[in-house]
Nanobody, 116 residues
Framework: QVQLVESGGGLVQPGGSLRLSCAAS????????MGWYRQAPGKQRELVAE???????NYADSVAGRFTISRDNAKRTAYLQMNSLKPEDTAVYYCHVENTLRREYWGRGTQVTVSS
């Protein structure tokens, strides 16, 4: 049973910071990519940031320079450091893993709300 457990969401004022964590457990086989997506009300789910097993890090244009993705391979945990948060960053953030067999796994999501 594969599980992705997110934590770290919450309410923050514009300009503030949050750090999300995603811990993976279970038999995922070989991870090809691990990262974060988000979905705001009335919008499609979109990629926020991910890193691949080739060492490439991809960021959405809207978060580049403000968000940083990192990982701890030994703990199979990914982190998303979010700085200079804006109201438009408000969304449910989902952890995502794709293995080398192209199978995808999703976490349940964690709410991030940026509001004064």
């Amino acid at each position: 049973q594969v599980q992705l457990v997110e934590s770290g969401g919450g309410l923050v004022q514009p300009g503030g910071s949050l750090r999300l964590s995603c811990a993976a457990s279970g038999s995922i086989f070989s991870i090809r990519a691990m990262g974060w997506y988000r979905q705001a009300p009335g919008k499609q789910r979109e990629l926020v940031a991910e890193f691949t097993n080739s060492g490439i890090r991809n960021y959405a244009d809207s978060v580049a320079g403000r968000f940083t993705i990192s990982r701890d391979n030994a703990k199979r945990t990914a982190y998303l450091q979010m700085n200079s948060l804006k109201p438009e960053d408000t969304a449910v953030y989902y952890c995502h893993v794709e293995n080398t067999l192209r199978r995808e796994y999703w976490g349940r999501g964690t709410q991030v709300t940026v509001s004064s």
